[in-house]
């Protein structure tokens, strides 16, 4: 190959690289497509394995960007009998008897952001509210548009699922199911890292949002009006995405659309094994858009949506031994090892015995037939003792990676309940129904502790290998030690290169700092997870305040009240079992706690109680559209005092309004609630920041105190 060609090559490599930039990360391409195709051709021609030829769109690997999502990403509420669809349509319906229903696809999700008609972004669906940048990996699946037929600004939502004949011929070996898979190559930060293809994968939308005019590109045409799901879902095929379905159940009364639906059931658990890929279920959500905004959400689900799942499918195998595991709260629970069995398609091998005290329910020996029960992505659980198992049940199974399974009848016994735990060997505390290993230094709980502390910052770099490598050597044998760590340290471990050391090395360095409710989220304590974390964060304010509420946390005043208690239980969601489970997990963790105190900067909340200002006593709700996230405005209400709603009632103080607010606002002014935009509101705000000098001249409206001089 000449130079003069091979320069050619650098410079059409260097070419692409730049527009692809341009195109995908910035949306601000030089050249249209068939000029970037020419330059992609004439490279395929000159040196058909170019790498720059594999790498498409976006340079970051997946997962090393997180993403906020616009519109967070909620669950669905479940469902599996029909009296619970017939109960869903009478709480959702109030005239229009409509609801769009879907096989619910049992895969990953993924969110599209198009900018003006460009895919620029993909991520996962994460905890909901952020998710992984897998750009790169989308731009790969065959039936993603890179751009649609409409030039506009959107948000696509859908399931990223493996057809099931791929997945037999080219994956059977290396994942369990197809859904695993789909999300392990969505997921995967280098294309040929082993984990499937993303080109294997199909794309099926369900949902789409618009950005409103103001904050959409400029030159973007307005986003189409519906009234309707179902028009949404035609609306999506006629841009170029393959919609879940568009399948309308109705009828004029409740028990005929509930009819409607139930037939869409057995539609579906008759003809699910014709679809391609796997589905668990039916989606079924209101048609009338309008009618979902009067219902609302709750914190985990829009209430105008069922998923109907499957019943569970079971299958019968044989105990062959039980062995104790002692988890991150110290728990030592049984897990029960059984001869593999196909249900829903999954080979199990494993399946939890919850506690002590199930294996004393069940009375369950080892040598036992056994019925178990795979409820969808829930670990597969023994719900049924048949007996003794004779060895023509083990014949003809085979391991998960098509081995065949070779072992003997086990001697029929009960299964032992250790006294001692299985790591540390420390004596076990009987607790109800549950075992405990309250040796906090146990390698087992230190490694799971560490593990619940990464993820729950965030620190993707530390994973179970690392987890177990680093308590394993010793170089972690508490929370506190993961910030001690060199690099020296890192680099003395098994196969640890330089550049994942000081990845893990930085991310540490990012955690920190980190606000209270954070720590005490990411501390793990049982019974307290991260909402509960917020809530006792934001009334107790700091950590010095925390740590004197656990030393007096058995104080009791003469007249029997224990100060402490109650001050815990007056937050929302806490209750006497959460106040000792928070008082009590704090008190045995003290020396980590300090330890950790004295390394990181915990940052203190704006604790509610004390917070006091112009919004005092006063209700709000917040909707529509708005320049900041309406969780940092409602922050804000709650630092000047006030309390926020999810729900427009005659007893709301204020509305606050942002752009295109619906149905919400509508309600306000027919019950006489006060709406205040946001600028107004920032007004009232700022003039908490000067509380202290109540009245205040610096503008030219003379400030008062209270909030209803402002209205
Ligand atoms: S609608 C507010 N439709 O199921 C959420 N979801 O269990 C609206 N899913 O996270 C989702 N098929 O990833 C919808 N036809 C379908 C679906 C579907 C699968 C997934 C989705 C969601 C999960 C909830």
């Known amino acids: 190959m000449g130079g003069e060609t091979l320069e050619r090559i650098e410079h059409l490599a260097a070419e692409i690289a730049r527009h692809s930039h341009l195109y995908y990360n910035l949306a601000t391409p030089e050249i249209n497509d068939a000029e970037f195709d020419t330059l992609w051709d004439e490279l395929k021609r000159l040196s058909p394995n170019h790498p720059q030829l594999r ?24 469902a599996t009998t029909d009296k619970e669809i017939f109960h869903f349509v009478q709480e959702t319906t109030a005239e229009g008897r409509r609801f769009l229903a879907q096989p619910k696809l049992d895969g990953s999700a993924l969110s599209l952001e198009y900018r003006r008609g460009r895919l620029v972004r993909a991520a996962t669906r994460g905890n909901g509210e952020r998710g992984e940048d897998v750009t790169a990996n989308a731009l790969r699946i065959p039936n993603i548009p890179h751009r649609l037929t409409w030039d506009g600004d959107c948000h696509v939502r859908g399931e990223v699922v493996m057809s099931l004949d791929v997945f037999k011929e080219k994956y059977a070996d ?3 199911n197809p859904r695993n898979l789909a999300a392990g190559s969505l997921r995967q930060k280098y294309v040929d ?5 993303a080109s294997d994968l199909i794309f099926l939308a369900y949902d789409a949002r618009f ?6 590109h400029p030159d973007s045409p307005n986003p189409p009006h519906f009234e309707y799901d179902s028009e949404i879902v035609h609306w999506l095929r006629s841009v170029g995405i393959e919609p879940a379905g568009d399948f309308v159940c109705e009828g004029d009364t409740v028990s005929a659309v509930t009819s409607a639906m139930i037939s869409q059931t057995k539609y579906w658990t008759d003809n699910r094994d014709e679809l391609p890929w796997e589905i668990d279920g039916v989606v079924f959500k209101l048609d009338d858009l309008s009618k979902r905004e009067l219902l609302g959400m709750t914190a985990h689900h829009p209430r105008w949506a069922l998923a109907w799942k499957f019943p569970p499918e079971e299958a019968v195998t044989v105990l062959m031994d039980v062995d104790w595991q002692t988890g991150r709260t110290g728990a030592v629970t049984p897990v029960a090892r059984v001869a593999p069995v196909v249900v829903s398609g999954v080979t199990v091998e494993n399946t939890t015995l919850h506690n002590a005290g199930e294996v004393e329910r069940l ?12 409820r969808g992505d829930v670990i597969p659980k023994i719900i049924e003792v048949l007996g003794p198992a004779k060895s023509e049940d083990l014949v003809g199974r085979f391991h998960g990676d098509g081995s065949s399974f070779e072992a003997a009848l086990p001697t029929r016994s009960m299964p032992e309940i250790p006294s001692t735990c299985p790591e540390c060997e420390s004596l076990l505390e009987i607790d109800g129904a549950f075992l405990r290993c309250n040796n906090l230094d146990c390698p087992a709980r230190v490694i799971r502790t560490v593990l619940y502390w990464c993820r729950a910052l965030e620190m993707d770099g530390i994973g179970q290998k690392l987890a177990e490598q680093l308590c394993d050597v010793g170089l972690v044998r508490t929370l506190p030690d993961l910030y001690r760590l060199s690099m020296a340290d890192l680099l003395s471990l098994e196969r640890m290169g330089e550049k994942s050391a000081s990845n893990v090395l930085t991310q540490l360095e990012s955690t920190r700092s980190l606000m209270l409710s954070k720590f005490l989220s990411a501390l793990g304590l ?4 991260p909402e509960l974390a917020t809530s006792i964060a934001a009334e107790v304010g700091n950590l010095d305040t925390l740590m004197s509420m656990v030393e007096a946390k058995d104080d009791v005043t003469d007249m029997g009240h224990n100060p402490v208690i109650e001050r815990l239980v007056a937050i929302d969601g806490v209750g006497q079992t959460v106040a000792f489970s928070l008082l009590e997990g704090l008190a045995v963790r003290c020396s980590i706690v300090i330890d950790l105190a004295d390394i990181l900067e915990i940052t203190s909340e704006i604790p509610s109680s004390i917070s006091s200002g112009v919004l005092d006593g006063k209700t709000f709700c917040i909707t529509g559209t708005l320049s900041r996230p309406r969780k940092e405005i409602a922050l804000a209400i709650k630092a000047s005092g006030g309390k926020v709603v999810s729900t427009v009632s005659g007893k709301l103080d204020y509305l606050v309004a942002g752009e295109s607010a619906g149905s919400k606002l509508e309600k306000a002014k027919r019950l006489g609630v006060s709406v205040l935009n946001e ?12 509380s202290d000098s109540k009245t205040t001249a610096n503008s030219s409206i003379q400030r008062s105190g209270t909030l209803d001089d402002w209205i």
Request: hydrophobic share 35%; net charge negative.
């Open 55 to 78: 790498r498409v769109g976006a340079e970051v690997p997946a997962g090393s960007v997180k993403v906020d999502h616009r519109f967070p990403m909620r669950s669905l509420d479940k």
């Open 174 to 176: 290396i994942a369990p």
């Open 193 to 197: 890292s082993g984990k499937g293809d």
């Open 211 to 216: 950005i409103s005019s103001d904050d959409a």
């Open 363 to 374: 009375g369950i020996h080892i040598g036992d037939k056994v019925r178990i029960v795979r």
């Open 526 to 529: 049982p019974g307290i997870g």
């Open 679 to 690: 600028s107004e509101l920032d007004v009232i705000m700022s003039n908490n920041e000067n």
